[in-house]
């Protein structure tokens, strides 16, 4: 970090917090193809809107996700995964569950139980946001 416009400040810290974030679909189906990968990436960025956490890049391959996280310390990585992949489910079940019916029956998840996650304190962000933007 070389600016000092790169922190963000609230009431009682400063911070820049940045993770790599990967989902995978379950039984990595390929599953994020047409209106099914435009839904999902909409409905990620709606819910990064009303939350805490802002997604600075995203990108999708067939059967996984890519983010690039800014949060605040208040926020925990669990409790952010637990909301993106609750949340999207949930939406997508309801827009796509004929779809996701014939993938994964009547169970309704799309997402497997584990994700990636690192700190990018190492790379640059603009070589995570290059990586992430090729991926697809």
């Not at 099914?36 to 819910?47: E, H, Q, T, Y």
Request: charged residues 25%.
């Amino acid at each position: 970090m070389s600016q000092k416009s790169n922190y963000q400040s609230t009431n009682r810290s400063k911070h820049y917090l940045k993770r790599h974030l990967i989902f995978v679909c379950k039984y990595r189906k390929a599953m994020l193809v047409g209106q099914l990968n435009d839904d999902v990436k909409r409905i990620f960025l709606s819910i990064a809107e009303n939350s805490d956490f802002e997604i600075e890049v995203m990108e999708t391959d067939t059967d996984h996700v890519h983010f690039l996280i800014r949060y605040i310390p208040r926020l925990s990585i669990v409790q952010i995964v637990r909301r993106l992949k609750q949340e999207s489910t949930r939406q997508l079940w309801l827009l796509h569950g004929k779809i996701l019916r014939k993938q994964y029956w009547y169970q309704k998840l799309l997402w497997s139980d584990g994700y990636f996650v690192c700190s990018i304190g190492e790379a640059s962000p603009e070589t995570v946001r290059q990586y992430i933007l090729s991926q697809g």
